[in-house]
């Protein structure tokens, strides 16, 4: 039996490392073989533009809304582990506008195998982190699996004029990051036992860190697109807003924020699959520059747990978002810009 003190939850888990989502290609296949659903008025937000979560209107003053998230083990510590999958799953809100108001956990769990702590630590870090957001935990379900897998239902409200989708990035427009990329090639270095103690801290406090901040600096402020950067990446969900808005962008390499080692860690091979399958997925939607080496290319497509928003807002209040932002605390960069050109295309320069 391992206590919650000793447990390595990352070896633990057939996909450690970045808590990968299904490839948008194969869940592209999938979904294209159910039958469509029923048109509603009061959806403004589905899934026609791959958007972080779906919107519903109530009235003409209040809209829900939903998202869900639940991964595999990507730190040792149960109770960072649970702030992170409750930081991850609560994002979704934050990037469509909207506030956390209630969550439900959703729990896979080999509780014949493992100290029962570990679950009750698991718990009670994502109930720390809800409190951290304002949100109330009403309850959820779990189910006795060999490998552990933990996350949350989420839903929060938004005013149905203050939705923000994926899908309206205007030319001109710049882009703005608020976390650090890179975090796929360090959740799988731990798994590998190349992070010290105080990386490991670092890559989880980036990744236990709420968008809550980000989210509320954003609300003054003429954000015409945003979504949270996860498992597709920074370019694959940059695509997806590219596509949704029928625009071009340019992302600037060197502004992009990176954490530390992620080069060295991935030269020795710390690359994840997720992060491999993003790359390729991405071919003939992404220009790199002919200098741009094979290892910069990947860290731009990272599978990402619990990343940073990708804002798109007016140029001419780019500057004084970015001020406001940082005078936060929040690790934010402009990296590229909205453009007429290549609708639905990225360049990276």
């Known amino acids: 039996m391992t206590n919650s003190n000793s447990v390595k939850l990352t070896s633990l888990s057939s996909k450690g490392g970045c808590g990968c989502k299904i490839g948008p290609a194969d869940l592209a296949q999938v979904l294209r073989g159910l039958p469509p659903t029923l048109p509603n008025p009061n ?69 014949s195998k493992l100290d029962k702590q570990v679950l009750t630590d698991i718990l009670r870090g994502a109930g720390d982190k809800l409190k951290e957001a304002g949100a109330t935990l009403v309850g959820g379900h779990s189910i006795d699996d060999n490998e552990p897998k933990f996350g949350l239902a989420v839903t929060g409200l938004v005013h149905p004029d203050k939705v923000r989708t994926n899908a309206g990035a205007k030319p001109g427009d710049k882009l703005i990051l608020t976390k650090p990329i890179g975090v796929g090639i360090l959740t799988t270095s731990i798994k590998r036992d190349l992070l010290t103690e105080e990386e490991i801290a670092h890559v989880t406090k980036v990744m236990s860190t709420l968008n809550k901040i980000a989210s509320e600096t954003m609300e003054s402020y003429d954000v015409h697109a945003c979504t949270d950067v996860t498992g597709f990446g920074l370019l694959g ?81 780019a500057d004084a978002l970015l001020s406001d932002l940082l005078d936060a605390g929040v690790e934010a960069a402009i990296i590229g810009e909205v453009t007429e050109e290549n609708p639905g295309h990225i360049v990276v320069i």
């Open 237 to 317: 969900h940059a695509s997806e807003m590219s596509k949704g808005s029928n625009t071009g962008l340019r992302i600037h390499h060197a502004q992009v924020p990176i954490l530390p080692r992620v080069k060295e860690l991935a030269e020795t091979g710390a690359v994840p699959g997720g992060t491999k399958n993003n790359f390729a997925h991405l071919q003939g939607d992404v220009t790199f520059p002919e200098t741009m080496d094979r290892i910069d290319q990947w860290i731009l497509c990272d599978a990402v747990t619990s990343g940073g928003l990708l804002i798109s807002v007016a140029g001419v209040e």
């Open 43 to 111: 959806l403004l937000v589905g899934l026609d533009t791959s958007d972080d979560a779906g919107v519903y209107r109530l009235n003409d003053e209040l809209a829900i809304v939903q998202t869900v998230d639940f991964f595999t083990p990507i730190v040792d510590d149960p109770y960072s582990f649970g702030q992170v999958a409750a930081a991850n799953a609560i994002s979704d809100i934050y990037a469509m506008g909207g506030k956390p108001l209630t969550a439900l956990n959703i729990v896979a769990f080999p509780i």
